[in-house]
């Protein structure tokens, strides 16, 4: 982590109406919901990508071997996108700040991973939830199942993809804006002409 103590004694100086403290704490605090965020993401990305391994040779090869050609459609967009979710994921993931960077840097470092997150869950309609659920109805409506069958399989999984980009949406709005807004608040702080040219020092 950072050091707080320079940190601190730089903001009383400068500032001299701010408790040091508490200014440290609040850092802490900020930087320490950051991390926590950041082992949720790995998380979420680890078994992604675990699903996706488990899937991938099952519908690859159901893409060759299927009589149907919709269904073989169907694995096939379904197999590309077990390829392509994790490479997404990976790309949307930034390396965590290195404590000896300046305070600034780190805050900045961790504000883009956060905005990164927003944009890819902002965005799971396309690049997620549309591609396999496309992959799962073409599968289904290319198999000899009755057309009742066919027409209520993709109402559900149209609902359960619904579903999903509601709660990954809902994720933004409750989980990474308030961290993004709390990150570019005490950025905003240490950014001040005063302290800018001290903090990148600490």
Not at 4 to 29: I, K, Q, Y
Not at 115 to 134: C, F, T
Request: charged letters at 25%; aromatic letters at 6%; a positive charge.
């Amino acid at each position: 982590m950072t050091d707080f103590d320079s940190l601190r004694e730089v903001w009383h100086r400068e500032t001299g109406h701010v408790p040091a403290r508490s200014w440290a704490e609040e850092l802490h605090m900020v930087r320490a919901r950051a991390e926590r965020l950041r082992r949720v993401v790995r998380r979420r990305d680890w078994t992604e990508t675990g699903v996706a391994i488990l899937l991938f040779p099952l519908f690859a090869s159901a893409a060759f071997i299927m009589p149907r050609a919709l269904s073989a459609v169907g694995a096939a967009i379904v197999a590309v996108a077990c390829v392509l979710v994790p490479i997404r994921l990976r790309a949307a993931r930034h390396r965590a700040p290195d404590p000896a960077q300046p305070v600034t840097h780190a805050l900045r470092a961790e504000l883009a991973e956060v905005r990164a997150q927003e944009r890819l869950l902002g965005s799971v309609a396309w690049w997620y939830v549309g591609p396999l659920a496309l992959g799962v109805i073409l599968f289904v409506a290319g198999s000899p199942v009755s057309p009742p069958f066919k027409a209520g399989y993709a109402v559900l999984v149209l609902a359960a993809g619904a579903w999903v980009v509601h709660l990954n949406r809902r994720a933004v709005r409750r989980d990474l804006q308030p961290v993004a807004r709390e990150l570019e608040r005490v950025l905003a702080s240490v950014d001040e002409p005063s302290l800018d040219g001290a903090s990148d020092d600490v």
